[in-house]
């Protein structure tokens, strides 16, 4: 059975930081990752999506990598802003399998 | 808009009634996913649909809770004899056959 973890559990920031979400997956056989960012009370805006071929992907101020032989992957947020405070979900598979989640504060 | 849409957004009921909810997908995507999620927790899958055939069922969907996709457009998802444990939010999302799942707005149960 797959199992997804993420770490740190919350992390609070000054804005302008550059900083790192870890996500690690027991099983490396997956089709795909999917990184999410969910706001109190929302549903789930998708942020990345690296396929099982793929080994990064970008888009403006986050990247993601993908390590399918050690089971992990990493959100990089550059120069982060208060508006990027939420909870960042890390889900892999074709049926996902989510993590607990980070939950990210950016302090103004 | 051409997102995923949730109806209702809220439903409060009473212990042992009956509930439905309503997902439209984004009008493309021929996949449609059912999660819930609980407070503090990732959402957990349910079932999905491809098409009008539901593929999967996870051990979590009980006797008590069905889904349908009758055109293979919009979905529903009951529950009947609602527990005070179903309280959640349901949370549908759509995607091509091989592509990212996009996610609509999720409907908050709570039974009394």
């Known amino acids: 059975k797959q199992e997804v973890t993420q770490i740190p559990a919350a992390l609070s920031v000054p804005e302008g930081e550059n900083l790192v979400l870890n996500c690690s997956f027991t099983?490396?056989?997956?089709?795909?990752l999917q990184w999410f960012r969910q706001d109190p009370g929302k549903g789930l805006t998708s942020l990345l999506l690296?396929?099982?071929?793929?080994r990064e992907q970008t888009s403006g101020r986050l990247n993601a990598s993908l390590d399918k032989s050690s089971g992990r992957s990493t959100l990089y947020i550059a120069a982060s802003q208060p508006g990027d405070s939420a909870t960042y979900l890390c889900?892999?598979?074709?049926?996902?399998?989510f993590g607990e989640g980070t939950q990210l504060t950016v302090n103004p | 808009d051409t997102g995923v849409s949730q109806d209702p957004r809220h439903k409060i009921t009473k212990r042992g009634q009956n509930v439905t909810f309503r997902c439209d997908p984004i009008?493309?995507?021929?996949?449609l996913y059912w999660y819930r999620q609980t407070l503090g927790q990732g959402p957990e899958f349910l079932t999905y649909?491809?098409?009008?055939?539901?593929?999967?069922k996870s051990r979590l969907l009980s006797d008590r809770f069905s889904a349908e996709r009758p055109k293979g457009s919009f979905s529903t998802l009951e529950i009947q004899r609602t527990e005070q444990g179903d309280s959640a939010m349901y949370l549908c999302?759509?995607?091509?056959?091989?592509?990212?799942?996009?996610f609509g707005p999720g409907t908050r149960l709570t039974v009394l």
């Open positions: 999302a759509s995607s091509l056959l091989v592509g990212a799942q996009y």
């Open positions: 099983d490396s056989a997956i089709y795909n």
């Open positions: 889900a892999v598979g074709e049926r996902l399998t």
């Open positions: 649909f491809q098409n009008e055939a539901q593929l999967e």
């Open positions: 690296i396929q099982s071929s793929q």
């Open positions: 009008s493309e995507h021929n996949r």
